[in-house]
Antibody
Framework: QVQIKQWGAGLLKPSETLSLTCGVY????????WSWIRQSPGQGLEWIGE???????DVNPSLKSRVTLKLSSSIRQVSLTLSSVTAADTAVYYC???????????WGEGTTVTVSS | EIVLTQSPGTLSLSLGERATLSCRAS???????LAWYQQRPGQAPRLLIY???SRATGVPDRFSGSGSGTDFTLTISRLEPEDFSVYYC??????????FGGGTKVEIK
């Protein structure tokens, strides 16, 4: 069964860059899309963006200027970079395997990111 | 973008009762691109339904999805203790970004 493990810095100061990685175990990154989703404290889910091994990316227009997505098939990792963070970026960030019709069938455990001075 | 409105915000029901959750889209969504998730406190979301009506692997058959166009429904036929959670619908519009509904909390009455 495919598993996703996430890691990255959990505490940032305003204006810093958020950097998170998800590693894919017992599976390939080449056959699916990979999405990032976040959830602010007590709030709902917000889609950040998606990437595929072909290099296709799509990003939420509200975050497009600050988001970079990368995928490495050789080491089976997907990464998210979000620049110039503010307190509004405080959230739990999830990585999820995404099928063709964009339903997300396998999720990482989530990484809590707090932005505070 | 396509806005998904879920209702009610909170549903208070007893064990064994039937739960009916609504997800309404601001414009038509292809059924192929409509999914439902369950999220328990402190956990990642879990895929329940995809393609509006197909159960994901391992999902009990008391969960069912239906609907088309702008109106979709998730039904839990008989509530079990582990079903008291928050439920989200999600859509993909092709040329518009993925969006999630605001969620419905199913709580014990």
């Amino acid at each position: 069964q495919v598993q996703i493990k996430q890691w990255g810095a959990g505490l940032l100061k305003p204006s810093e860059t958020l950097s998170l990685t998800c590693g894919v175990y017992r599976g390939s990154v080449s056959d699916h899309f990979w999405s990032w989703i976040r959830q602010s404290p007590g709030q709902g889910l917000e889609w950040i963006g998606e990437i595929s091994h072909s290099g296709y990316t799509d990003v939420n227009p509200s975050l497009k200027s600050r988001v970079t997505l990368k995928l490495s098939s050789s080491i089976r990792q997907v990464s998210l970079t979000l620049s110039s963070v503010t307190a509004a970026d405080t959230a739990v960030y999830y990585c999820a395997r995404t099928q063709f019709y964009r339903h997300m069938d396998i999720w990482g455990e989530g990484t809590t990111v707090t932005v505070s001075s | 973008e396509i806005v998904l409105t879920q209702s009610p915000g909170t549903l208070s029901l007893s064990l064994g009762e039937r739960a009916t959750l609504s997800c309404r889209a601001s414009q038509s969504v292809s059924s192929s691109y409509l999914a439902w998730y369950q999220q328990r406190p402190g956990q990642a979301p879990r895929l329940l339904i995809y393609g509006a009506s197909s159960r994901a692997t391992g999902v009990p058959d008391r969960f069912s999805g239906s609907g088309s166009g702008t109106d979709f429904t998730l039904t839990i036929s008989r509530l079990e203790p582990e079903d008291f959670s928050v439920y989200y619908c999600q859509q993909y519009g092709g040329s518009t970004p993925v969006t999630f509904g605001g969620g419905t909390k199913v709580e014990i009455k």
